[in-house]
């Protein structure tokens, strides 16, 4: 038999913490004071990562406001 709390628990919408935007914004540091050094590769690297998790933050952040 199915509780009513589990059933209730699946009907709230879902909650994020917003880590993505956090550690977009430490791949996007990492990514300055990499170029700065000279380091292009680690930049380009750390900027890519930063760009995956901004993308993955708003599109979090977009269901979040939906549900």
Request: cysteine-free.
């Amino acid at each position: 038999m199915v509780q009513l709390s589990t059933v209730m628990d699946a009907l709230v919408p879902l909650q994020f913490s917003g880590e993505f935007l956090q550690y977009a914004i430490v791949f996007f540091v990492l990514a300055i004071i990499a170029a700065a050094v000279g380091a292009r590769g680690v930049a380009g690297i750390s900027m890519e990562i930063a760009r995956i998790f901004i993308i993955v933050f708003v599109i979090l952040a977009i269901v979040s406001l939906l549900l």
